[in-house]
């Protein structure tokens, strides 16, 4: 039984943590209950403690207190989404209480997840139960309860805390009347536990899971055991493709086995991953580019590989161009640079799509992050573009209800700038903000002004069902066209057209004054267009202007106002 955790093994936990979760990632995102494609909850805790856990694998920290810190700040700064944010949250809060500290035991443990639960707590402005943050409050208390009958034994609080958890997290679907109806347990909550079972196995001495993109060392093909003449096809070839279709691999998998040898697919529902033996490696990738979009590729020669090997000469590999790019960055790493100040005022927004990004600039946006559902940025990016910004003031402009705990992180990250995030949940919100901001008026004046056109905007949105889901009334099946009103459900269709003439019809749209219709990145302009003479007829008392947004996942963005 382990009696002490030091710095070596919570790096170590948190990298086998990220592990778990990077490897369960889809199942937390199913647990959504929204059926829109969105900035899912299972991506971003995965990619916020990913961050963390390449942080220490840099580090090697060997004290609990660095550890813990160095978790923290990469946490911090890597968080996307609320629930990125909170999971930073819980583990700044754990940082806290470990300072100074060397090693903690049982006790410590269970302080430190106290800490944690407070600290999310106190951040987060209207705690909802049924959440993470009720998961991990029973857990923390049941940890506490543990830490006192074996003081000694952090596996066993630990194991004890999960174990609470896993009550709490069941009954989530009670507490939460949306989770109810939904009938599954909270996203979050679920990956906050992947995460702590994750470090528990870890201390335990569990390897880390399989499938992920954390194992220490991928296995490789040893070559030392070829002879280049025992080498049937020339190019061990490797590469990932998010897919665009929903076609099976079954043609693509007869067509790789015709062109070579050593195939295996890798898939899942998001990409798949190919490993192939074969003479004629741009052949594969032009065909695997039917099935979607070519994300990795890694080309290696066998057979020189194996000639170098028998001459006892360095085997030449893909690995040596990141080996050169770690060195690079090892040896110049990138320092943080803060634009002096030439104005007192400067914004940020986030926003996806280049017509939504020039609306901003157009409008005196300083800096455009690109990101929104589905690519929700972290705290790291929006930080970057305040540095950027020359400015005293910088308004952040987050666009996006998932994407402002992580802009608010950024308050007290800026150094020389007062940072100032205001909570707009839409594009239209935060194009109504930045029309309004006066170079000459007081930030008070300001902030009540811009603050103030978030509640004349009415924001509508058509988008499409990623998964199959009774929600509120509605029976939506995968492929529904979804018209959404303020992030609530305003109705479905399988006709893209029906469901617009509904939404012109709409009171938010009669009684506006003006309308401004964003098209996205699969709208053809004639299609647009078409939409435009729609709302324009449904809607006669109405300026209404129409614009190419070119954002993804959402056909239409509409502001009535």
């Known amino acids: 039984m382990r009696e002490r955790i030091d710095g070596a093994s919570f790096a170590q936990a948190i990298i086998h943590g990220a592990a778990s979760i990077n490897l369960q990632k889809q199942h937390i995102n199913e647990l959504n209950v929204f059926p829109v494609p969105d900035g899912d909850t299972g991506t971003n805790m995965s990619l916020t403690i990913s961050t963390a856990a390449a942080e220490l694998q840099k580090k090697q920290p060997h004290t609990i207190s660095e550890a813990a810190a160095t978790n923290a700040s990469a946490l911090l700064r890597g968080a996307r989404g609320n629930s990125g944010v909170i999971l930073s949250l819980l583990f700044r809060g754990f940082a806290k209480a470990v300072k100074d500290k060397d090693t903690i035991d049982g006790r410590d443990l269970a302080i430190a997840l106290d800490f944690g639960v407070a600290a999310a707590y106190k951040a987060v402005m209207k705690p ?93 093909t040893d070559y030392a055991a070829i002879a280049a003449e025992e080498i049937t096809f020339t190019f061990d070839t490797v590469f990932i493709v998010r897919k665009t279709t929903n076609k099976g691999l079954e043609a693509f998998e007869a067509y790789l086995n015709s062109i070579g040898d050593s195939l295996v697919i890798g898939e899942d529902d998001d990409c798949f991953k190919v490993h192939v033996h074969t003479d004629i490696p741009g052949a594969a990738l032009t065909e695997a580019q039917k099935y979607g979009t070519l994300e990795l590729a890694k080309i290696e020669n ?140 007081s930030l008070e004046a300001n902030t009540a002004a811009m603050t103030d056109a978030l509640d004349r905007v009415t924001t509508s949105e058509i988008t499409y069902a990623a998964r199959d889901s009774d929600f509120d009334g509605f029976a939506i099946k995968r492929g529904d066209y979804l018209a959404l009103t303020e992030h609530q459900l305003f109705g479905t269709d399988r006709k893209l057209d029906k469901l617009l003439q509904r939404l012109a019809e709409a009171e938010s749209q009669q009684s506006a004054e003006f309308i401004n219709i964003f098209y996205g990145e699969d709208v053809s302009e004639k299609d647009a267009q078409k939409t435009l003479e729609l709302f324009t007829q449904c809607c006669p008392n109405a300026e209404i202007t129409l614009l190419a947004g070119g954002q993804p996942v959402y056909y239409y963005m509409i502001s009535a106002e």
Not at 158 to 184: C, D, F, Q, S, Y
């Open 128 to 220: 909802a139960e049924g959440t993470i943050l009720t998961v991990s409050r029973l857990a923390a208390a049941r940890a506490a309860d543990a830490a006192r009958k074996t003081p000694n034994d952090p596996e066993g609080v630990l194991e004890a805390a999960i174990a609470e958890g896993r009550v709490a997290l069941e009954h989530t679907t009670e507490m939460n009347p949306v989770l109810k109806k939904a009938g599954v347990v909270d996203a979050g909550g679920e990956g906050f536990l992947v995460i702590l079972q994750g470090m528990l196995d870890s201390l335990r001495g569990l390897p880390l899971p399989e499938g992920t993109d954390q194992s220490p060392s991928e296995q490789k």
């Open 302 to 441: 066998m057979r020189t590989q194996a000639e170098d090997l028998a001459a006892g000469r360095h085997i030449q590999s893909t690995d040596d161009l990141e080996d050169a790019h770690q060195h690079h960055e090892e040896a110049a790493p990138e320092e943080r640079t803060v634009a002096a100040p030439e104005k007192k005022y400067g914004v940020v927004a986030v926003a996806a799509g280049e017509g939504l990004a020039a609306v901003f600039r157009d409008l005196g946006a300083d800096g455009v992050i690109s990101g929104g559902q589905t690519m929700n940025p972290s705290t790291d990016d929006i930080m970057k573009e305040i540095d950027a910004t020359p400015a005293e003031i910088v308004f952040v402009l987050p666009n996006n209800k998932n994407i402002i705990m992580a802009a608010e992180q950024c308050t007290r990250l800026a150094e020389g700038k007062q940072v100032v995030v205001l909570p707009t949940k839409s594009i239209p919100q935060g194009i109504s903000a930045l029309m309004v901001m006066d170079p000459e008026a």
